[in-house]
């Protein structure tokens, strides 16, 4: 995917946000908070399901676990945004992969990771714990309104 926008600093906007955690949300069939590869090849069916979940893991599964949580789903997006992807590129990949069509490499986003792993305190890191706060953060809002 090409982007010849400037850098963007600013994260994704609420409605990219939920729609790619609508996608996580339709990946993890059980539910748990994490996918993983079977599920994974279940969403691509046969359409190179085994390729497309390589490619997805290479480039999510921040900590090589075998599974990718919420957290790594939804700081992998804020990196995109953040490697200078505009709105409607991010948009369009979402929308992609809502139809299960094949999961597209993000070069800068790899460049981004690449470079990361070479710093003393990881940039990826950080913003996969901002997301983990922030999922809490409306937990707790949205518990608070249910009481």
Excluded: P
Aim: charged letters at 30%; a positive charge.
């Amino acid at each position: 995917m090409g982007c010849g926008a400037q850098k963007n600093s600013t994260g994704l906007n609420e409605k990219l946000r939920a729609r790619a955690l609508e996608i996580f949300r339709r990946i993890d069939i059980n539910n748990s908070g994490s996918i993983d590869k079977d599920e994974t090849q279940k969403f691509w069916k046969t359409n190179f399901a085994k390729v497309n979940t390589q490619a997805l893991f290479n480039a999510v599964d921040f900590d090589k676990s075998g599974q990718i949580s919420e957290d790594e789903w939804m700081a992998f997006w804020e990196i995109v945004k953040k490697s200078g992807y505009t709105d409607k590129e991010i948009s369009e990949e979402l929308d992609n992969l809502m139809e299960g069509k094949a999961w597209v490499q993000f070069r800068k986003v790899d460049e981004f990771v690449k470079r990361d792993q070479l710093r003393k305190s990881s940039q990826v890191q950080q913003i996969v714990k901002q997301n983990s706060k922030r999922k809490s953060l409306i937990q707790q809002q949205q518990s608070l309104h249910q009481q």
